[in-house]
C-alpha cells in the first residue's frame, strides 16, 4: 500500500510541477495582461491543486496520518482563483480605455461587466 501511495505521490507532484512551469511560462511570456491572467488561474492552480493532493495522498497512505487540511486549501484555491481572476480582468476593462475601445458593443446600457451609465456617460450613476 505504500509503494502505491508514494507512486500516485509522485505523479501527482511531477504532474503539479509541470502544471506550475507551464502558468509560470505564461505569465511570463503571453503578451498582455488579459492573456497573462489566463495561464496562471488555470495552469498554476492546477498545479498547486496536484501538489496539494499528492501531499494528501502521501500521508494517509505512507505515514498513516490522513489530513484533510490539504484538501481545504485545494477546494478554497479553486473557489477564488476564478472570483478573483474576474475581479481583475473587470478592473482592466474598467481601467483601460484601448481595451474598452476593442470591445463590441453590449446591446444594452450598460458597458461590458460594468455598472449601467447614466444619462451622462458615468459609470455608476453618480
Known sequence: MAILAEAVAAALIVLGAFFLFVGSFGLARLPDMMRRLHAPTKATTLGIGCTLIASMVWFAGVAGDP??????????????????????????????????????????DAAWATMPRDRTGDAGGQ
Open 67 to 108: 489530513s484533510f487540511h490539504e484538501l481545504m486549501i485545494t477546494l478554497f484555491l479553486f473557489l477564488t482563483a476564478p472570483v478573483t481572476a474576474q475581479m481583475i480582468s473587470k478592473a482592466h476593462i474598467l481601467r483601460s480605455a484601448r481595451t474598452q475601445a476593442e470591445l463590441p458593443p453590449t446591446g444594452c
